[in-house]
């Protein structure tokens, strides 16, 4: 008999292991649905049930049914009981193989656990007990499948943390398995109240049975906003863009790993890692600790797989989001201008996809950008929609404008090379030319004295109008053309950054040049009260001419001269 303990020490040993490797107690579930899975059963029930006694305490009882092939003596002898040592024989040996999975009802320390099973025209029972000794015997009735009820004594008022534990687990490892998994909690309304009156019938609470949730889900991603699902060899991935990425594995529809640690996609982090995926794939194992799956060639097959399906994504992403144009969306479409920014790297953008929002909120593709490029120096300028009338004179000048979103902008400078992309509101707005009913009768006579001026100077290639910008702007003058209404600020007026223009460009696209003056430019109202309106007439246009970098050096030498020549007389 003593040189029996060291085997039996060892087995003991192992038994221990093979339960702690379960992080959580309840896990075994997984275990023992596998179990009904491999023997072939159609439907999996797993019940609940709490039985109660009169002081605050009583049984728990889980039970997992199956309606497989079930077990012969045989089996039982050679695989379900080989490590545990028969109450009546004291035997311990080797472990099988349906016994591995089985061992993991002991990490929750049940009171006992009762199998009933059959095949082959017999039917046996066998009782596990607290010091994993186990009982068989012949059961009277026919079993079809095997059923299997873990009892566990506890107080009431833990139950529903049992059952809520129950069901998470399931629902974490066994949501996409492909047998249906049918899940009853009997046990609703169970408290901890000693002081509650005991019920003489503890089948009562049996009686109103619920019937139960199936708990298998499509095998999709359930936060992703877009998704795709793409088979290949076997292997079927569903790739998706979810606010937080994940990544799971499952092999037979049951869960091998969860995770959002980018480690678990190794050499393939940096093309997946913004993105969702499950995969499911026969020939990909787990770990034995069960917290990584095994990275071998048929995990890189199968992951192959999922960029494969990320390829497939990004047509969706694009269908998505031309959607959202559509419908004026113009919040969400800027926040997939976010997530499309850092995959730019890996595929550029398609030019003709219709993913952005003009000035005036219709939808605009990069080709229509890049098409109104070539007249206005290479630069995109981004609206505030909430200034309806700027939005709308772009618009119908046909600059390219977009609306305004920092997501956008990031975007649009990562796509069009060698483009600036510049708020609208710093270099463009929208006023009206003041009549000659609109002006005082200084203030004509200024302009009146300038126009001829600045014609006399210029041969005419700019005229000399005079709008109200009010006392906030800063703005000594705008240029443009009145029958357009939009008007283009000067490099002059603090604009930092703006590019030189090219005066041709220019003019090509407003014809001749009205510079408008703000009459209420303190520099403009001193003007007014000069008393001598020609030399004020001068300043004024000086101002205009240096203020402005599309006029060259020569201009001002015109200026100049035509001013001598007014005021010196000929031949002194």
């Known amino acids: 008999m003593k040189s029996d303990e060291p085997t039996r020490d060892l087995v003991e040993q192992a038994l221990d292991n093979l339960v702690k490797q379960f992080a959580n107690p309840m896990d075994f579930l997984r275990e023992l649905v596998q179990n009904s899975i491999d023997a072939g059963s159609p439907r999996i029930e797993v019940e609940l049930r709490f039985k109660g006694?009169?002081?605050?305490?009583?049984?728990a009882e889980i039970e997992v049914r199956d309606f497989g092939q079930g077990m012969d003596e045989?089996?039982?002898?050679?695989?379900?009981?080989?490590?545990?040592?028969?109450?009546?024989?004291?035997?311990?040996t080797a472990i099988g193989k349906f016994g591995i999975g089985f061992t993991s009802v002991f990490a929750i320390r049940p009171d006992v656990v009762r199998v009933i099973t059959g095949k082959h025209g017999e039917a046996w029972e066998v009782l596990f007990l607290e010091d994993r000794s186990f009982e068989k015997r012949r059961h009277p009735e026919l079993a079809g499948g095997t059923t299997i009820t873990i009892y566990k004594r506890m107080r009431a008022g833990k139950v529903a943390e049992l059952a809520r534990n129950a069901r998470k687990s399931l629902v974490h490892w066994c949501e996409h398995a492909v047998t249906p998994i049918r899940f009853v909690d009997t046990t609703a309304?169970?408290?901890?109240?000693?002081?509650?009156?005991?019920?003489?019938?503890?089948?009562a609470a049996f009686a109103t049975e619920e019937p139960g949730e199936i708990l298998n889900q499509?095998?999709?991603?359930?936060?992703?906003?877009?998704?795709?699902?793409?088979?290949?060899?076997?292997?079927?991935?569903?790739?998706?863009?979810?606010?937080?990425?994940?990544?799971?594995?499952?092999?037979?529809?049951?869960?091998?790993?969860?995770?959002?640690?980018?480690?678990?996609?190794?050499?393939?982090?940096?093309?997946?890692?913004?993105?969702?995926?499950?995969?499911?794939a026969r020939n990909v194992g787990h770990t034995l600790t069960r917290d990584n799956v095994i990275q071998d060639a048929n995990w890189e097959a199968a992951m192959r797989v999922a960029l494969a399906g990320a390829v497939k994504l990004r047509v969706a992403v694009l269908d998505h989001m031309e959607q959202l144009a559509a419908a004026g969306d113009a919040a969400e479409l800027a926040t997939w201008h976010a997530r499309l920014v850092p995959d730019l790297g890996r595929e550029p953008l398609d030019p003709k996809r219709s993913i952005f929002l003009d000035p005036t909120d219709r939808p605009c593709s990069l080709a229509d950008l890049r098409g109104r490029l070539g007249t206005f120096d290479d630069e995109v300028w981004l609206v505030d929609p909430a200034d309806t009338?700027?939005?709308?004179?772009?618009?119908?000048?046909?600059?390219?404008?977009?609306?305004?979103?920092?997501s956008t902008a990031a975007l649009l400078a990562a796509t069009l090379e060698g483009c600036e992309v510049r708020d609208a509101s710093e270099a463009f707005c929208v006023c009206d030319p003041l009549g000659p009913d609109d002006l005082q009768p200084a203030e004509a006579a200024l302009l009146a004295q300038a126009r001829d001026l600045a014609g006399r100077a210029t041969l005419g290639t700019f005229q000399v109008r005079m709008c109200d910008l009010g006392d906030a702007s800063p703005l000594l003058f705008v240029e443009g053309r009145a029958i357009r209404g939009l008007y283009r600020v000067p490099e002059h007026a603090g604009v930092s950054g703006l590019a030189r223009r090219?005066?041709?460009?220019?003019q090509t696209w407003i014809g001749q040049r009205w510079l408008l003056v703000n009459r209420a430019h303190p520099h403009v109202r001193a003007l007014a009260a000069f008393p001598d309106p020609e030399l004020a007439a001068y300043a004024l246009v000086e101002a205009l001419v240096v203020g402005d970098a599309g006029f060259p050096q020569s201009t001002l030498h015109n200026l100049r001269s035509t001013v001598v020549r007014r005021w010196v007389p000929h031949g002194s």
Do not use: M
């Not at 309304?189 to 089948?203: K, L, M, N, Q, R």
């Not at 998704?227 to 990544?247: F, I, K, L, N, R």
């Not at 700027?390 to 390219?400: E, F, K, M, S, T």
């Open 74 to 92: 045989d089996v039982i002898d050679s695989q379900l009981t080989r490590l545990f040592a028969s109450a009546k024989e004291g035997d311990r």
């Open 189 to 203: 309304g169970v408290t901890e109240d000693p002081d509650a009156p005991a019920s003489d019938d503890v089948f």
């Open 53 to 59: 006694g009169d002081d605050g305490r009583g049984v």
């Open 502 to 506: 090219q005066v041709k460009r220019w």
């Open 389 to 406: 009338r700027l939005a709308g004179a772009l618009a119908n000048a046909g600059v390219p404008a977009v609306r305004a979103h920092p």
């Open 218 to 280: 499509p095998f999709v991603l359930h936060d992703a906003i877009v998704q795709v699902e793409h088979t290949q060899d076997g292997v079927v991935a569903v790739v998706g863009w979810a606010p937080q990425p994940s990544w799971s594995f499952f092999s037979g529809g049951l869960t091998l790993l969860r995770s959002n640690d980018p480690v678990h996609l190794a050499k393939f982090e940096s093309q997946l890692r913004t993105l969702s995926f499950k995969i499911l």
